[in-house]
């Protein structure tokens, strides 16, 4: 089946443009974490959604940042007046239920690269 | 809190050679062990997990890893490796008492070559 998929995968922005990553999640999954993943390092948690609930948001790295899940599927990450520092891959990941010990599966990931 | 530390950032090693990515963790609770491995312009794949029961755990591709709780480590092994197991790999840890979000360290990258 169709795994979690991410959109755009690349994405190029100047300074203090708004921008707005898409991640589909697989279908049926009830959880959904997204991530930042800078250059060189490991993935950083951002935000973790239960349906449409968004339960966790203290990996937010400023209030520039915001994601949403408005139907307990798609999920956007908005990030407002884009800086430099926020170049990275951004991924999503999803997984079945709301357990901690259930697998995440990963997407692809969307590279953003401000300028 | 939670912290994990992957003690080599890069292993190189002969095909067919054995390898250990070594991985570190401090936590002042119990937690769950991940290995995910990320090939070229694909997204995090899961090895393998420890969440209880036996410290030895077997994953996908040959890969294996024991729990040390005394140590805190998650070491990864795998007895033989082949050229497609170049990859960059990533330890993680989850808490019970949080939402399930990872906590991944820095990376291990494994360069077989021929």
């Known amino acids: 089946g169709a795994g979690v998929s991410q959109s755009p995968r690349y994405k190029v922005a100047k300074r203090g443009q708004d921008v707005a990553l898409r991640c589909d999640p697989i279908?049926?999954?009830?959880?959904l974490f997204w991530y930042q993943q800078a250059l060189g390092q490991g993935p950083e948690f951002l935000t973790y959604?239960?349906?449409?609930?968004?339960?966790?948001k203290s990996g937010l790295p400023s209030d520039r940042f915001f994601a949403e899940r408005p139907e307990g599927s798609v999920s956007t990450l908005k990030i407002q007046r884009t800086q430099q520092e926020d170049s990275a891959v951004y991924l999503c990941?999803?997984?079945?239920?709301?357990?901690?010990?259930?697998?995440?599966?990963f997407g692809p990931g969307t590279r953003l690269t401000v300028l | 809190a939670q912290s994990v530390t992957q003690l080599d950032s890069q292993v190189p090693v002969f095909e067919e050679a054995p390898v250990e990515l070594r991985c570190n963790y401090s936590?002042?609770?119990?937690?769950?062990l991940f290995w995910y491995v990320q090939y070229p312009n694909q997204g995090l794949q899961l090895l393998l997990k420890y969440l209880s029961g036996s410290t030895l755990v077997k994953g996908i591709n040959g890969f294996e890893a024991e729990f040390n709780k005394s140590q805190t480590s998650f070491h990864l092994r795998k007895p033989s490796v082949h050229i497609s197991d170049t990859a960059e790999y990533f330890c993680?840890?989850?808490?019970?008492?949080?939402?399930?979000?990872?906590?991944f360290g820095q990376g291990t990258t494994l360069q077989v070559k021929p």
């Open positions: 959604f239960q349906n449409e609930a968004q339960l966790d």
């Open positions: 993680a840890v989850s808490a019970p008492s949080n939402t399930g979000k990872l906590i």
């Open positions: 279908s049926g999954h009830v959880s």
């Open positions: 936590s002042s609770v119990s937690v769950y």
């Open positions: 990941a999803s997984s079945l239920r709301e357990s901690h010990t259930d697998t995440q599966y």
